[in-house]
């Protein structure tokens, strides 16, 4: 199986557009020892042909063209086989609307991040230009799908619905999801939850059984915004569990076995993004690795 980071920030990116916090200013003015990233975004595949997305950022033009793997082999063609949504913020799905120059899409996703992204949606239109430009192939808790030589499991992850349907719907065990992709024909597995506000136990018997674990490094710690002044939310309330700290995921998942363990979708204020950072030293001490686009990992 083939690994392929096309995006590992969290929302907004690093830099984000309109913050100013000691990473993002010390990137545009090179005196961070850190590396700018897009938004989250994964190639995955079984034989380097066809590719599935785990999710689809706004930077997705530019992530797609990043990666010649990802290029048409054709006058119109794509090897873009399939398209997964772990979840329905906007940053994971936002580039779907980019990908509309009538090009058939089949994408897997819960009903209810479906709903979330169709309903009401006045700007989806630009999807339905003809019959079929977007097959939804709906992905449920327990199941498995088999995409492009890949066995593809959902599993509730807690989380919650992005912040532009909340109060909109129930919350539900569909709002976010973690992925078990397993290579059908040598049986290596890759764990991803991209976002995850804790690890239940049927993630953590995913994660010990997986050969590569991709876990949510949005933040180091659970006051990360408010001690920079950027917000009131602490990590638990925007639905992840930081990095950081007695309960946080370098200490709740130490005893994870996999070969590979990387966090991805990192915000621009966490501090582990400095690579001189103590932060960053903890991180490497543990056996975890942080994600940078480009980044390449082969089970
Ligand atoms: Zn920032």
């Known amino acids: 199986m083939l690994i392929r980071v096309l995006g590992s920030a969290a929302g907004g990116g690093f830099p984000q557009w309109n913050c100013g916090c000691p990473n993002c200013r010390?990137?545009?003015?090179g005196t961070a020892r850190a590396t700018a990233r897009t938004q989250e975004c994964v190639a995955v595949s079984a034989d380097g042909c066809d590719w599935l997305l785990l999710n689809c950022s706004p930077e997705i033009r530019q992530q797609i063209e990043s990666f010649p793997g990802l290029h048409p082999r054709g006058p119109r063609d794509s090897p873009i086989a399939g398209i997964v949504l772990t979840n329905g913020d906007l940053d994971h799905c936002l580039g779907l609307l980019s990908l509309r120059e009538s090009h058939p899409l089949v994408v897997y996703a819960t009903e209810a991040v479906r709903r979330g992204f169709v309903e009401d949606n006045v700007l989806y239109r630009t999807l339905?230009?003809?019959?079929?430009q977007v097959t939804w192939r709906t992905l449920k808790l327990g199941g498995e799908?088999?995409?492009?030589?890949?066995g593809?499991?959902?599993l509730a992850a807690p989380g919650k619905a992005?912040?532009?349907l909340e109060h909109r719907a129930p919350a539900g065990p569909e709002d976010n999801i973690a992925l078990r992709i397993r290579e059908r024909q040598t049986g290596r597995v890759l764990a991803y939850a991209s976002a995850a506000a804790g690890v239940?136990?049927?993630m953590r018997r995913t994660f010990d059984a997986a050969d590569a674990v991709f876990f949510d490094g949005t933040f180091w710690s659970s006051d990360e915004?408010?001690?920079l002044g950027l917000g009131t939310k602490r990590a638990e309330e925007m639905a992840h569990l930081p990095v950081g700290g007695p309960g946080g995921s370098l200490a709740h998942l130490a005893g994870v076995p996999a070969r590979r363990r990387v966090y991805i979708h990192i915000n621009n204020t966490n501090p582990m993004l400095r690579e001189d950072s103590a932060e960053r030293a903890r991180v490497d001490a543990a056996g975890w690795e942080i994600a940078a686009d480009g980044l390449e990992v082969r089970l």
Do not use: K, N
Request: proline share 11%; hydrophobic share 40%.
């Open 128 to 132: 339905e230009r003809f019959p079929g």
């Open 145 to 150: 799908d088999e995409i492009a030589g890949l």
């Open 200 to 202: 239940t136990e049927e």
């Open 225 to 227: 915004l408010p001690a």
């Open 26 to 29: 010390g990137l545009r003015e």
């Open 152 to 154: 593809v499991a959902a």
């Open 162 to 164: 992005p912040i532009h």
